[in-house]
């Protein structure tokens, strides 16, 4: 509008602004992408349109994408109204291209103008201080200094096995005390007796830490499959009580207020919780928060993913995780698709979108449960005479020197100006 008033046309002015105008679009989940009634978007847009001497129906079409049906489509819009586009993941990246390559019919989807930056995380603020303190001791300050060095990071292998464990442990139990209050709480308000409060958190002590911990805590989409856990519960319940290798699982999170499935996952979970065979073995949490957020991806040992395949545009819990040393499980989606190196946790190696539904939570349910016996437990319990397993600390070191340099937000940052924003900038310039 503003340059449409210096006596501009429309058409040379949408140029303009788009010429240094970056768009990102951050879901491929339909809900993610508004559509505005046809009706909705005339009675308040019909005087914008006389004030820049445009029929509406010239503006309605910059918002036209297949599944518009007439309505007026907000990524559509950006889409047309940007020269510079990315996903937030390389897999993302690759499904958007697919997905609004309606915008460039001419063009194949490979070779639209849709780039990606996989999301990063910022290191300060979910690095645990104690890592901090460490790395300080170890490496001196000037590791803050080196957060795009993958090769400077191989100096994690110098911080010795047995302190590496003790700050996992000691995450872990600060993890557990917050769990054990919180829990404990919770159960007070639903009326649980004093005895079976003590059943249900007797596993979640702070001086009781070594048993292997899963945690699984976001938003409650359906597309993220929070259940897949229990698509064979008789054998997850066997799992999770061998005495001598017993497991904890964690969750928490949060449903849309409208997003009625998204709450019928969290009912599936608490019932499930209440269940004689996973009491204190399944445990879901209410009141998620930040300080609960930040302290489960420093604290557990696994943390666990579902995606649906290729739903989960990026997904950065898993890199809060990681970079803490934490294992990721997790679908090959998202970042994890390209984080994933074989040596710093487990893939759930997916199926297309083309299998049935059920046929797809039933096959990767299986390969999840596959993966946490044959791999996972094992691995955590083969103690040697420290206490600890020397193979997960490894991995958990590995996990820490491939995630950290790569996926922080100093990196995306640098992605963005060197792909987008530099380029952009030098490109209204010319104009």
Sequence with gaps: ????????????????????????????????????????FTTYFK????????????????????????GFNMTALALRGSRFHNGVSRIHGTVASRNEGYVWPQIPPQENPIGYVTNGVHLATFLARE???????TFDRSWRNELLNGEYWQRVDEI???????????????????????LTLQLERNGCSEFHIQRLTGNITEHHTDILTLGFARRFATYKRATLLFSDPERLARLVNDPDRPVVILFAGKAHPNDLPGQELIRTIHEYSRRPEFEGKVILLEGYDLALARKLVTGVDVWLNNPEYPMEASGTSGEKAGLNGVLNLSVLDGWWGEGYNGENGWGIIPHGPHFDAEFRNREEGQALLDILEQEVIPTYYQRNGYGYSEQWVRLSKNSMKSILPHYNSQRMVMDYTEKFYAPASRQRRRL
């Design 1 to 40: 509008r503003e340059q449409t008033l210096k006596t501009m046309d429309f058409d040379s002015a949408l140029e303009l602004v788009a010429a240094n105008t970056v768009f990102t679009t951050h879901t491929p989940v339909p809900a993610g992408h508004d559509i505005f009634d046809h009706q909705l």
């Design 47 to 70: 005087s914008f349109a006389r004030e820049l001497h445009q029929h509406l129906d010239h503006i309605l079409e910059l918002g036209a994408s297949p599944d518009s049906q007439g």
């Design 131 to 137: 890592w901090i303190n460490l790395f300080d001791m």
């Design 160 to 182: 010795p096995d047995q302190s590496y464990w003790s700050i996992r442990q000691t995450l872990k139990s600060r993890l557990f005390a917050d769990v054990r209050q919180r």
